[in-house]
């Protein structure tokens, strides 16, 4: 079976303490599977406590966002360099960073190249916002995104990068129009296997682990987690209530 991939976004939320007692249910609730990666992303000041308690049988651990730099005079940034050993993982190119960050599709590009290089596995989003939904452009504007962010690593390195779809739309922050269902998610996922195909070749479209991310919670999991091709999940409010996110883990379990 497909290894499935879990990943909780915790965002600008919970502080050590807080942190450790979610970690800490989760583990209570939560069975270590072989066959699904669950990996957390608390904010940075979390990273170094949640380590040391760390049951790496059942969790790994991810930062929300690098530098694209190993080091330098850039205060308040975090490069991947210091990062490497105590993280697996990195999510680049969210929508946050995207919109609230200004960060283009160069910057994430260097990013994805600088956690790669740090033997960190880049979370690599894509995605379209509500205009480019409405208009119809959302497979140019996907495909756009994916192959300028790719544009700085060989073929032997895709194998190491998650890509992950998150509508901007769908995302329950900022929806209007509510989540995206299984048909709007099916055909991106497709698209993005294309994509990487036309610039990788056919073994890396299917390879690659491609999740999906925008207001995944525990009633609509099972329905995503069951589309073909797709290889987990990016989850972000839910992840923040150790029942819910338990929950879209053990529907995993059950799928992989």
């Known amino acids: 079976m ?48 949640l380590a040391r308690d760390l049951n790496k049988a059942k ?8 530098h694209y730099l190993d080091q330098g005079a850039y205060t308040g940034e975090i490069s991947p360099a210091m990062l490497k050993g105590l993280v697996d993982f990195a999510i680049i190119g969210h929508s946050d960073r995207r ?66 779809y998150e509508p901007v739309w769908a995302i329950s922050a900022n929806s209007q129009v509510g989540p995206a269902t299984p048909d709007d998610v099916l055909p991106m996922v497709r698209l993005i296997r294309q994509t990487v195909g036309g610039l990788y070749g056919e073994a890396a479209a299917q390879a690659v682990p491609v999740l999906y991310g925008g207001s995944v919670n525990p009633h609509n999991a099972k329905a995503y987690l069951k589309l073909e091709g797709t290889s987990g999940l990016l989850v972000g409010a839910a ?16 799928l992989a």
């Not at 942190?19 to 583990?27: F, K, N, P, Q, Y």
């Not at 690599?124 to 790719?150: F, I, P």
């Not at 150790?242 to 995993?252: C, L, R």
Request: glycine share 4%; charged share 20%.
């Open 99 to 164: 919109i609230k960050a200004n960060e283009d599709d160069k910057i994430i590009a260097k990013k994805v190249a600088a956690a790669l290089r740090n033997t960190i596995r880049p979370i690599l989003c894509v995605g379209e916002n509500l205009l480019d939904h409405q208009h119809g452009v959302a497979r140019e504007v996907v495909s756009g995104q994916l192959t300028a962010d790719l544009s700085m690593i060989t073929a032997a390195e895709i194998a190491q990068v998650l890509i992950t």
């Open 59 to 66: 969790f790994r651990l991810g930062s929300q966002n690098i």
């Open 2 to 49: 497909a290894h499935k991939y879990i990943i909780g976004n915790w965002k600008m939320n919970n502080n050590p303490l807080e942190a450790s007692t979610l970690l800490h249910r989760l583990d209570e609730k939560v069975a270590a599977d072989q066959n699904v990666s669950v990996v957390i992303c608390p904010p940075f000041i979390d990273l170094y406590p």
């Open 239 to 254: 992840s923040l209530n150790y029942a819910e996110f338990s929950d879209i883990i053990k529907t995993a379990q059950k």
